[in-house]
């Protein structure tokens, strides 16, 4: 048997479970779960990768899946296909969970079919038996933002400590014998056309400021209250007059929002508290935005003469698609899509974890359509189901074929090509050393 025979032959294994792919990346639509709280969708792959014969590792990082399958062609690298398990908080989605709010506006619940659908194909066509090293199937937590205080409150208890899925299995070493990973995320992009890879992304660092002023009767004695609100919205201005300043080429990215602003209407806010992101196409110009943006949130405190409290969290770092995985991907897209289907999406200003593991092995992180609206937005939904949800699986599947066939040589030549920026162990220390907290007194 040939490549191609064996590409064709799990293409079409994943084609006759086509329905029972759809069916899954549906049910996970229904039932959207926040980061860290995915106990019913990783309950689902579970079961899915127990029906195809395979041994999943549950409560990876909480919720995490991983099942493994060995080729049976000798040894070689470990090639590890990912899935997000996540929703995200979007208001006025009409398909918002009623009690979370959560739901799948980003389409990982297509990424979670994928995976599966992969995972099919290449089992049930024994396609493993005819190829070296090993494929990992990782369904991985938490790879949005957001429920902060509660992850916080995680982290204090000891139950987490990097605050995005795939940062804490790197940090807890369930990833420390995977060689090289990818996965597939919907688009609803017109111009992303059928597919598209990007060629980076932005990384960023989380920060919170929580301004502390003093309360007073807002009617009889407001001159007695020291208005954390004020503070807060002086620092906002402050941050917005900060744009002007970020260069073009580091694509900076900051939004931050009010998550508390007061207590009561006839009050002076004593408090008021900001959250926000500071992205960026690189980490040096992360750390210069970052920097800027501190000297805003003590600007609006020292204005009031109140004093904040800033917290700097380890966010996600920068994505690098390596070269060598996009060739051969771009070569299946033309198998699958036609010739010149892939296109080039250059660097792309959101973050995903799926960065932090491309700075100690080499990743993919290709574009898939299918969707239409605004990711992360009310109007997101998923109207091709096939192309969303069984596609990613016959894309994902074809690449293992050609990175593990012939001893794996594609795979090894992806490694010898590659120049990681970190070692596991210097990412981990890097992320500690992000983390910072610190008090500024305005009034002094």
């Known amino acids: 048997m040939t490549r191609e025979e064996l590409k064709h032959r799990v293409d079409e294994a994943i084609e006759r479970h086509a329905d029972e792919i759809v069916a899954l990346g549906e049910a996970i639509r229904r039932h959207p779960e926040l980061g860290f709280k995915e106990l019913r969708t990783s309950a689902l792959v579970e079961t899915k990768f127990r ?95 957001g429920d902060l205080e509660w992850r916080l409150d995680e982290v204090r208890a000891g139950r987490l400590e990097f605050l995005g899925g795939k940062c804490e299995l790197l940090r807890l070493g369930h990833l420390d014998d995977v060689d090289l990973a990818m996965m597939i995320h919907t688009t609803p992009r017109p111009e992303d056309g059928l ?27 407001p001159h007695m209250g020291v208005n954390a609100l004020y503070a807060a919205q002086l620092a906002l201005a ?15 990215r900051v939004h931050p929002i009010l998550t508390h602003g007061g207590s009561q209407v006839n009050v002076i806010p004593g408090e008021a508290r900001l959250e926000t992101y ?26 009031l003469g109140a004093s904040v409290e800033i917290e700097t969290l380890p966010g996600y770092l920068p994505l ?88 794996a040589s594609g795979a090894r030549e992806v490694i010898a090509k590659a120049l990681p920026g970190m070692t596991r162990q210097d990412y981990v220390e890097f992320q500690r050393s992000v983390r910072r907290r610190e008090v500024f007194q305005g009034d002094a």
């Not at 402050?238 to 900076?252: G, M, S, V």
């Not at 070269?323 to 070569?331: A, I, P, S």
Request: charged share 20%.
């Open 278 to 303: 500071v992205r960026g196409r690189t980490l040096e110009g992360i750390r210069d935005a970052n920097a800027k943006v501190d000297r805003a949130l003590k600007a609006g405190a020292l204005a």
């Open 238 to 252: 402050a941050t917005n007059a900060l744009r002007e300043t970020f260069r073009d080429e580091d694509t900076i």
């Open 51 to 145: 029906q195809l014969g395979l041994a999943p590792r549950t409560g990876l990082a909480i919720t995490g899946v991983r099942a493994d399958a060995d080729g049976g062609a000798g040894p070689g690298p470990t090639f590890a296909l990912v899935g997000e398990l996540d929703a995200l908080v979007v208001a006025g989605h009409p398909e918002a969970d009623r009690s979370t709010g959560a739901v799948h506006a980003c389409g990982h619940n297509a990424q979670i079919a994928g995976l599966v659908g992969a995972a099919i194909g290449l089992v049930r066509a024994r396609a493993m038996d005819r190829l070296a090293g090993r494929v990992v199937f990782m369904a991985v937590p938490a790879e949005e933002g």
């Open 320 to 407: 690098r698609s390596d070269r060598t995985m996009t060739r051969v991907f771009r070569q299946n897209a033309d198998t699958l899509f036609g010739p010149g289907a892939c296109r080039e999406a250059g660097h792309r200003a959101g973050s995903t974890d799926m960065g932090d593991l491309s700075q100690v092995i080499p990743v993919l992180h290709p574009y898939m359509g299918g969707a239409r609206g605004t990711g992360h937005a009310a109007d997101y939904e998923i109207i091709d189901p096939h192309l969303a949800y069984v596609m990613p699986a016959r894309a994902m599947a074809a690449m293992v074929v050609d990175l593990l066939w012939d001893g």
């Open 195 to 221: 597919t598209c890879v990007p060629g980076s992304n932005n990384g960023r660092f989380g920060k919170t400021a929580r301004f502390v002023g003093r309360a007073a009767h807002a009617g009889g004695a």
